[in-house]
């Protein structure tokens, strides 16, 4: 990094950095942990050409969050460009590993989130997932929405990385077929869109936070379905959520189907050990 740079960072935060210290952030941008006289901050960094873009999204999904006052997210500092250089800077939080009833109280604030409602499916700008575009244009059918803006575009990618062949895909009139019947009676909720348990924090109070959002209106199964997908939430979790949105007819299969979303998602973008994964789902309801 730069030495001008972290002048730059020195002049945003209005107070001089005592160490930089590089830390994990994901498989897509650096991040490192920033620390002044009397506060940490968490700092994220990237120059490919959508980096900002990337980051204005993911600022704005974390305010968006932060302003239902159901779940927290770190605050947002700043996020800008200096040079070929993309950055968001945040608040650092201190995090620890979850107890029993730190997962309570996320299962209970998650499906408050939840309860966050709108017209329509979507959002009004597009995001992205890692570093996946992620088209939101708004609909009113959620079974188009899904099959249209979610299935649909992870397959075609999924052909053009030759990662599967289009012989192994249904098409979009196959999928709305088979969808129609599944996705019945569902209402548009504000999900964090990529819940799996590396993108929650639980401070060192207890207070659950939530990271790396790729946020939008849909089923809020979707975000039940990633915390299952990886693993890592435990039984008060669910049992605190399910209290506030009993579990649903169908929920096994939209679980799978949801799933499968994330799997294209995983295979687009880290190749073809997702690829077995993804043809089960495929085989199995198309």
Known sequence: MEQAFFKHIENKLSAKINSITSV??????????????????FLKTNTVLNALNMFQTEAEALKTIANTNTISTPKVIDCSKFENISFLLMEFIESKSPSSKDFKTLGKQLAQLHQNTNPYFGLEQDNFIGSLKQSNKPTNSWNLFYVNERLFPQLQLAIQNQLLIESECP???QMLNKLEP???????????????????????????????????????????????????FS????????????????????????????????????GRSYYNAVITILKKYF
Request: glycine fraction near 8%; proline fraction near 4%.
């Open 24 to 41: 994990s952030g994901g498989d897509i941008s650096s991040a490192f942990r920033i620390i002044t006289s009397d506060q940490s901050f």
């Open 171 to 173: 098409s979009k009139e």
């Open 235 to 270: 039984n008060s979790f669910y049992d605190a959520y399910y209290t506030i949105h009993p579990i649903t007819e169908n929920s096994a299969i939209k679980t799978e189907i949801y799933q499968l979303y994330y799997l294209l998602v995983h295979l687009n973008l880290f």
């Open 182 to 232: 599944i996705f019945q009676n569902i209402k548009p909720s504000l999900l964090h869109g990529d819940l799996w348990n590396g993108n929650i924090l639980i401070s060192e109070n207890g207070s659950p936070y939530l990271i790396d959002p790729a946020i939008y209106y849909g089923d809020r199964e979707v975000d039940m379905a990633m915390t299952k997908l990886f693993g890592g």
